[in-house]
């Protein structure tokens, strides 16, 4: 469930510059096995769990709406210019109060202050440096958005090459680690949003807002005696926020139509008004 912060986190590490220098180290998502292939540093990623604690009886209601709206987010590729992007016609976009949302890269855009909308194309006044993501509501339908507290535990461990001693190899996970660390504290500072599930078919959508990144512990595992094992470091962060949670069931229902005209048959010699 929580797949889209673990592939979020991976790719920004891969992109963060400090962990492109040599020795460039291997990246995957998993658990405390090394990569069976130890001839460069690994880090693994992973998020254990997300705890989230009950409210109060008496503001269950109050974090809870009682109704949704579907919803629907679009990337958006900027044209030449970098600063134009074009919502597609044949989304459900159809009025200006639909847009609700305007991200680049986990930061939130301000109408007016950031970008302007112009019917379908939405201008930035500074090309925001990669695509844009939107998040467009549709119609009323039965469900239900809640907000409340959450914390996520996530997990990040380092290893060295399997080239050299015991303890060069700790060294060298210690090193592994520490970049790590300092590259996911980097990914998370500044954001509006951590984008947590998103399943239309579903009708499940999670976020965390305002999260932030804490570093809670770090812990060294020497080989042991027996040598089936290699030399790591651990780190465990907690990225807490407000979790938006919304569920939606079924779909929009069917317009009625409007009356185009009404016509009447009025005796001769009688006018109608």
């Not at 510059?17 to 292939?37: E, Y």
């Not at 999260?211 to 812990?219: K, M, N, Q, T």
């Amino acid at each position: 469930m929580l797949a889209l912060a673990e592939q979020f986190l991976l790719a920004r590490l891969a992109r963060d510059p400090a962990l492109q220098s040599d020795p460039k180290p291997v990246l995957f998502a998993g658990g405390a096995a090394p990569p069976t292939d130890r001839s460069s540093p690994a880090l693994a990623l992973w998020l254990r769990g997300m705890r989230v604690p009950p409210p109060e009886p008496d503001a269950t209601e109050a974090a809870r709406s009682d109704t949704a709206r579907l919803v629907r987010h679009l990337t958006l590729d900027p044209d030449p210019t970098g600063r134009a992007f074009r919502i597609p016609p044949d989304s459900f976009y159809e009025k200006v109060d639909q847009l609700a949302e305007v991200w680049a890269d986990g930061r939130q855009l301000r109408a007016g202050g950031d970008y302007q909308l112009d019917d379908l194309t939405i201008r930035c006044l500074r090309p925001p440096g990669g695509p844009l993501t939107v998040r467009i509501l549709g119609d009323t339908v039965s469900g239900y958005t809640e907000r409340r507290a959450a914390v996520i535990r996530l997990v990040l461990r380092g290893w060295g090459p399997s080239s050299g001693t015991p303890d060069q190899q700790g060294v060298a996970a210690g090193k592994a680690l520490t970049r790590g660390v300092a590259a996911l504290l980097v990914a998370m500072a500044g954001r509006d949003v951590a984008d947590l599930a998103a399943d239309e078919e579903a009708g499940l959508e999670m976020r965390l807002l305002k999260p932030r990144a804490l570093l809670c512990s770090v812990a060294r595992f020497p080989q042991r005696s027996d040598a089936t094992d290699a030399p790591s470091a651990e780190a465990v962060l907690t990225i807490s926020g407000e979790l938006e949670l919304t569920l939606t069931r079924g779909s929009a229902p069917e317009p009625l139509g409007t009356i185009e005209r009404v016509e009447v048959d009025a005796p001769s010699g009688v006018a109608v008004q």
